[in-house]
Structures are given as C-alpha cells and as structure tokens.
C-alpha cells in the first residue's frame, strides 16, 4: 500500500478518490467499478433471504479513515456513519498519534462464553460437585454438538460454574467457554448450549431455563495504547501542557461521573460502531459488552484513560470487550463488508479487534480534545452546514455553495439553508 497517494484525501472529489484509493493500491480495479457504480448495495435476493419482511435496503455513508498507524502498520479504516464529523474526526486524531508512533495493541486469546442456566435445581451443592466432576463429558458433548469448529483448531475448552443466588429461587449457571477461531461465534456457541442442556438437567436434577451466548465477553478483550508527544496538543490558544491536563482532567470528570461517562464512550463508540458495522459485525453486541465493561466497577465509568508520563507526554489506554469475527454473519455476504475486508487487507479476526479498539481510542481523543481547546461545534458547522444544505434540496455543486453561505449567515437552520437555496 502507497499511502503517500492518499494525502490531502479530504480535498479529492468522488472520481479522484476512487483513483487515488486504486493507485494506492487499497482497492482493485473490480472494486473500484464497485464505488463507481454505487453498487455497495446488498442485492435484493440477497437481502430478501436474509430477514423476514424485506422491503429494501437501508444505507449509511461509507467512508475511510486515514493516517492510522497501528501496531507499526499503516492502516485505511473503513467505516460506515451518518454523523458528519466522525471520519474526519478519527482521521485527525489518528494523524497526531501517529506523528508519537501510533497503536499498539494487546489481544487476549479469543474465547467466548455460552451459558445454561438451570432452575429447579434440587440441591444446589450437590450439582455443583456432580457438574465439575463431568467436565470433560460436558465439553466433550459441547464439542459433538458442533463438531466442525472442533475440526478447525477450535471448540469448548473449559467450564465455570456459578451460583446465582442474590435472590431466590437460586439458579444453577454453567458456562462454557469455546474458542470460536475467526468467527463470533454466536451460532457455534448457542448450538453448543443448546446441545448440552439436556445432559446438564440429567446431571443436577434442574431444568434448563436459558441456553445462550453471553455477550458480555470478558475472554475476548482488545487493548488500545497510544503516546502522543505534548508540543503536538498544542492549539492556537493552548500550550501542549494545558491541553494534556484538560484531556487528564475531563477524563477524570467521565470516570466519577455516569452523566458525563455515557456521553463520553458515546465517543468512543462512534468510531468503534462504525467500523464494526462497515466490516459486517454485530454492532450490537460490540455495544451492550463495551457498556457493561464500562459498569465494572458497580458505576458506569469512562471506558478510556489518559495520563501523562515521566516526559510530560500523553498516554492513552482503551480496553474492550471485542467480540466481532473476520468470517461468518453477512461478512460473506454483504458488499460493502467485503470491501471493508479486502481494504483491510483480509484481516484475521484479532488484527479487526486491535483496529477497532485503536479508532475508538482515537476518536475520544478526537473529542475531548475538541471540547477542552475550541469546542465541538466549530468543528461540526462546515460538515453541518452540508447536511443541511442537502436536507434543502441542494444537489451536486449546490451542496458546497449552499454550506458556505450557510456559514456566514446569522443562523445556521434548514429555514436559511432553503432561502439560499432558492437564491442561487
Ligand atoms: C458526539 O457524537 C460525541 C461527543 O459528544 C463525545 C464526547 O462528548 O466526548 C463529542
């Protein structure tokens, strides 16, 4: 890849950038006809198979952001947003933490959890004893229940049981934990729990109330850590310093305060969403476990740190649950995922996570480096003005005229947007 090609990217129009994306050689010829032709789209066939009730497709803005450096590799992420200002957003912050060295990540080994959990169980110590004792013929039939992932290196490995009793009645839960090698695994687990209830009533007397993926997964972590050197924070009106210690100290705000916490990894997971979306990956799940990780302590807390070291220099740290895979769901299946894929190169399932984890870093330093110096919305306003000058009615070259004279007017409302609209 020939990064050097996708300078200035911003500035390109539709065509140029397509050029510059197949010069560097981030796209094939194929996929550049692809961009061409708007077909990103999911065929209706397809999209008809894949849900009940299919009408049509429902489509985002898919972009990439640049200058990342992750792990001493450059990287074009792709990623799919409707909020204006996130992939230029990810793109700068991306380039100041590049310019300190970049990413680096830290993944754990990849393992998912399944849980059965049982009712009714007669005498819980007993079947606490009585299941560990059959570990290996619990993992053994989780194993038969799905035998091909067995065959591709991976399987149920291990058991935890738990014993849920902060109220009554007490519920008997046995997880499994299953490596699920470059898939998410939700299909592989759930057969898994699904195959293994029957023998876990056999075994404790209970019955199987729920047979399920966890999605809070703790086995399947990503890291994120960057340095960004403190004469690259300062602003027009901030020394490097100040700017270090009002990014420290709004984090400290997010970390004791829930109001601020939320608003703060909504930042986060604006550049992790997006491109956990943009690589076919269950954005859902990716959420409801980053929230609940957030709530570890008993308080929902900010989801990044920032410090500073023994040089003065910033340094910030993400961790995440990271559950999306490189294979399986509509990775396969979807257009625009498989081009995510291939621009990134066909990454395994922990190169994803480490990509991911690093732009959800970047786009909270993106934030709260904006929201300490200027603020956010004088960043908004020229992508704002845009979208209004588009909900107007402006088409083509209009959308720019329209944005610019937008921005010089006393308010900036879609009132004023259809007048200059009209005007012009
Ligand atoms: C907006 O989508 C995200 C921010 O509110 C995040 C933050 O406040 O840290 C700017």
């Not at 803005?61 to 409707?82: R, S, T, Y």
């Not at 270090?244 to 939320?262: H, K, L, N």
């Amino acid at each position: 890849m020939d990064t050097s090609q996708l300078a200035k990217f911003y500035k390109k129009d539709f065509q140029e950038k397509i050029q510059a994306l197949l010069d560097a050689g981030v796209i094939s010829k194929e996929d550049s006809q692809a961009l061409l032709n708007e077909s990103l789209n999911l065929e209706k066939g397809i999209g008809n198979h894949m849900i009940e009730n299919y009408i049509g497709n429902y489509s985002l803005p898919f972009g990439l952001a640049m200058n990342f450096l992750i792990d001493d590799k450059e990287v074009v992420v792709p990623m799919a947003i409707e909020e204006p200002s996130v992939i230029a957003a990810a793109s700068f912050a991306a380039k100041i933490i590049s310019s300190g060295g970049g990413f680096s990540t830290a993944v754990t080994e990849r393992t998912m959890i399944g849980q059965v959990t049982l009712k009714n169980v007669p005498n819980i110590d007993e079947a606490v004893k009585s299941v560990k004792i059959r570990t290996e013929a619990i993992l053994q039939r989780a194993n038969e229940a799905h035998p091909s992932i067995v065959k591709r290196g991976g399987g149920a490995k291990d058991i935890e049981i738990r014993v849920l009793d902060e109220e009554t009645p007490t519920y008997l839960t046995i997880h499994v934990h299953v490596d699920t090698q470059e898939a998410m695994g939700a299909n592989i687990v759930n057969t898994m729990m699904e195959g293994i209830a029957p023998y876990l009533e056999e075994v404790t007397g209970g019955t199987a109330l729920l047979r399920i993926l966890s999605n809070y997964t703790t086995e399947c972590m990503a890291t994120a850590t960057c340095t960004i050197p403190v004469r690259k924070l300062a602003t027009g009106d901030y020394s490097g310093e100040v700017v270090r210690d009002r990014i420290i100290e709004a984090t400290q705000v997010a970390r004791i305060d829930p109001y601020r916490a939320v608003t703060h990894n909504k930042g986060v997971m604006n550049g992790v969403d997006a491109v956990v979306i943009a690589t076919g990956n269950d954005w859902r799940a990716v959420s409801a476990a980053s929230h609940a990780y957030a709530s570890r302590s008993g308080q929902y807390r900010s989801l990044t740190k920032w410090d500073k070291n023994d040089a003065g220099d910033l340094v910030g740290t993400l961790t995440l649950p990271m559950p999306v895979g490189a294979v399986g769901g509509s990775i396969s299946i979807h257009p625009g995922a498989k081009l995510a894929h291939k621009i990134l190169g066909q990454p395994t399932a922990k190169e994803l996570e480490r990509i991911i984890v690093s732009v959800g870093l970047a786009q909270n330093f993106a934030a709260v480096r904006a929201l300490i110096t200027d603020g956010i919305q004088k960043g908004h306003m020229g992508l704002h003005a845009r979208s209004l000058a588009i909900s107007a009615g402006a088409t083509g070259e209009q959308v720019q005229q329209v944005a610019d004279q937008l921005k010089k007017a006393p308010h900036m409302n879609l009132a004023t947007a259809k007048e200059i609209l009209e005007q012009l």
